[in-house]
T-cell receptor
Framework: GESVGLHLPTLSVQEGDNSIINCAYS??????FIWYKQESGKGPQFIID?????DKRQGQRVTVLLNKTVKHLSLQIAATQPGDSAVYFC????????????FGAGTTVTVRA | NAGVMQNPRHLVRRRGQEARLRCSPM?????VYWYRQLPEEGLKFMVY????????ESGMPKERFSAEFPKEGPSILRIQQVVRGDSAAYFC???????????FGPGTRLLVL
């Protein structure tokens, strides 16, 4: 069943500011978490992932934080740019079905110029 | 290194016809996944295949839907006798041995008239 959800469906952010997108999951067996970006008419694009043995991972302008105690995941985007406007999905997998990604409903990020 | 390829990108069918969706995984990947996305929603897992084997089809409707990944050629998702409720975006992803990152194709948007 559905194990992942996002706190807010939409986020409006000023260009140059930092963005934070939140996600909650319910499956205690989940041990792999991933963020995707989906632009209109396109497929999900991998951004960053993290495994349960870590609580923070950084990429280029992005940071993912994992709090296993409260089953919370967040994506931080530094210096948000117009090209960051998209729908962002978190997904998780784990346990015996470690191949089956469960997606949240998505957060639509709009960057204001 | 080409990414995941899907065709057709758009498919229009009348009720009762058959739809065939194709997916070629990334080079070196032998694990393929199909997901369905309804408007304003996240992706839902349908089926997981390896070469010539269906590993998990728990997310796929028991009737009218079938999937294959032959030894040679792309993976095929087949929907027989389509109904309007089948209208959705169908995405294919591929990976190395799970739990590896799944990379998505551009999707096939199916419209049933």
């Amino acid at each position: 069943g559905e194990s992942v959800g996002l706190h807010l469906p939409t986020l409006s952010v000023q260009e140059g500011d930092n963005s934070i997108i939140n996600c909650a999951y319910s499956n205690s067996a989940s041990d792999y978490f991933i963020w995707y970006k989906q632009e209109s008419g396109k497929g999900p694009q991998f951004i960053i992932d993290i495994r349960s043995n870590m609580d923070k991972r950084q990429g280029q302008r992005v940071t993912v934080l994992l709090n296993k105690t409260v089953k919370h995941l967040s994506l931080q985007i530094a210096a948000t740019q117009p090209g960051d406007s998209a729908v962002y999905f978190c997904a998780d997998s784990g346990g015996s079905n470690d191949y089956k990604l469960s997606f949240g409903a998505g957060t639509t990020v709009t960057v204001r110029a | 290194n080409a990414g995941v390829m899907q065709n057709p990108r758009h498919l229009v069918r009348r009720r009762g016809q058959e739809a065939r969706l194709r997916c070629s995984p990334m080079k070196g990947h032998s694990h393929v996944y199909w997901y369905r996305q309804l408007p304003e929603e996240g992706l839902k897992f349908m089926v997981y295949l390896q070469k010539e084997n269906i590993i998990d089809e728990s997310g796929m409707p028991k009737e009218r839907f079938s999937a294959e990944f032959p030894k040679e050629g792309p993976s095929i998702l087949r929907i027989q006798q389509v109904v309007r409720g089948d209208s959705a975006a169908y995405f294919c992803a591929s990976s190395g041995t799970p739990p590896e990152t799944q990379y998505f194709g551009p999707g096939t948007r199916l419209l049933v008239l």
